[in-house]
């Protein structure tokens, strides 16, 4: 069954700190891997976009890696900041399909 | 400024009492679809167009109808709203590649009591 895994649950940091965000997935043959910012109550909102082919992406303080021998995904966030206080959700895409599989997210809370 | 709103926001509904979220898309996308959000679960989807008057079903579609009349809208159905449907709905729009950006909407919360 495919399936995407996020971990930790939730987090909570100090602002300034790093952290990284875990995603494993099972979806095979694998076309890509996104990851969205959610802000509480508001849509999803695309941070990076991965093929198999790529291994890092970065998106300002947002570096989004791939392993596509593993299946596992990690996003990183340098230098926290009270607005990185989210839901981070990592999306997986087979390929030949329109279909998008969702992981639960994890929740991110950035304390000063 | 590329948009996808949906109407209303949020919504308190008696069961039973059929009604339409709307949803529309000034960016010209050929692919739109409905998600559903509940707590402790992904967003799953509920149904998904990908082109005008070209639907089909995603992996919740039960009690939900939609339709594609035009590119920009795609309106969500419930005919006869049951509690099991309040939920976080949003909308989606892309041009239809498989690597290009999904765009969603600022969400719909929905309540049926």
């Known amino acids: 069954k495919n399936q995407v895994e996020q971990s930790p649950q939730s987090l909570i940091i100090l602002e300034g700190k790093n952290c990284t965000l875990q995603?494993?997935?099972?979806?095979?043959?694998?076309?890509?891997l996104r990851w969205y910012k959610q802000d509480t109550g508001r849509g999803p909102v695309s941070l990076t976009i991965?093929?198999?082919?790529?291994n890092t992406k970065s998106n300002g303080r947002y570096t989004a890696t791939l392993d596509a021998d593993t299946k596992q995904s990690s996003l990183h966030i340098t230098a926290s900041q009270l607005s990185d206080s989210a839901s981070y959700i990592c999306?997986?895409?087979?390929?030949?399909?329109?279909?998008?599989?969702f992981g639960t997210g994890t929740r991110l809370q950035v304390f000063p | 400024e590329a948009q996808v709103t949906q109407n209303p926001r949020y919504l308190i509904t008696v069961t039973g009492k059929k009604l339409t979220v709307t949803c529309s898309q000034n960016?010209?996308?050929?692919?739109m679809s409905w998600y559903r959000q509940d707590p402790g679960l992904g967003l799953r989807q509920i149904y998904y167009?990908?082109?005008?008057?070209?639907?089909d079903k995603g992996d919740v579609p039960e009690g939900y109808k939609v339709s594609r009349k035009e590119k920009r809208n795609f309106p969500l159905i419930l005919e006869s709203p049951s509690p099991n449907q309040t939920s976080l709905y949003f909308c989606?729009?892309?041009?239809?590649?498989?690597?290009?950006?999904?765009?969603f909407g600022e969400g719909s919360w929905l309540t049926v009591v």
């Open positions: 991965m093929t198999f082919s790529e």
């Open positions: 960016m010209n996308h050929e692919y």
């Open positions: 989606a729009s892309s041009d239809g590649g498989s690597g290009n950006t999904i765009y």
């Open positions: 999306v997986v895409r087979g390929r030949n399909t329109d279909k998008l599989i």
């Open positions: 995603c494993n997935y099972t979806v095979s043959p694998f076309s890509n």
């Open positions: 167009s990908m082109n005008v008057e070209v639907t």
